[in-house]
């Protein structure tokens, strides 16, 4: 499956911004979604996860702040960031793979297909 994320950009903090991330080739109903971002300097990081039953998990840094969500109608996940803090100024990158098991599904190795990233500024 081919992943084009979106809706990046610059915002002052306490701001919200909502990434999306679409999907082509793939049977996306039966995809495990994610995203994922990296900061400068720092290693990739697990953001948040939908599973094909519209499971949802969360990293303890943006559990009630962000929302994913997915729409099977459209093949397109999104990212929804409220209250956004300088510290979430990263590259997010969405991902997807049809086997992604429980254990991995926080784990860059989860997922064998990845977008091609966009850039979240968040100014203080």
């Known amino acids: 499956v081919q992943l084009q994320a979106s809706g990046g950009g610059l915002v002052q903090a306490g701001g919200s911004l909502r990434l999306s991330c679409a999907a082509s080739?793939?049977?996306?109903?039966?995809?495990?979604l994610a995203w994922f971002r990296q900061a400068p300097g720092k290693e990739r990081e697990f953001v948040a996860a939908i599973r094909y039953n519209s499971h949802t998990y969360y990293s303890d840094s943006v559990r009630g702040r962000f929302t994913i969500s997915r729409d099977n109608a459209i093949d397109t996940v999104y990212l929804q960031m409220n209250s956004l803090k300088p510290e979430d100024t990263a590259v997010y990158y969405c991902?997807?793979?049809?086997?992604?098991?429980?254990?991995?599904?926080?784990?860059?190795?989860?997922?064998?297909?990845w977008g091609q990233g966009t850039l979240v500024t968040v100014s203080s």
């Open positions: 080739g793939g049977s996306f109903r039966q995809y495990t």
């Open positions: 991902a997807a793979d049809a086997q992604t098991i429980l254990s991995s599904i926080a784990m860059t190795r989860g997922y064998k297909s």
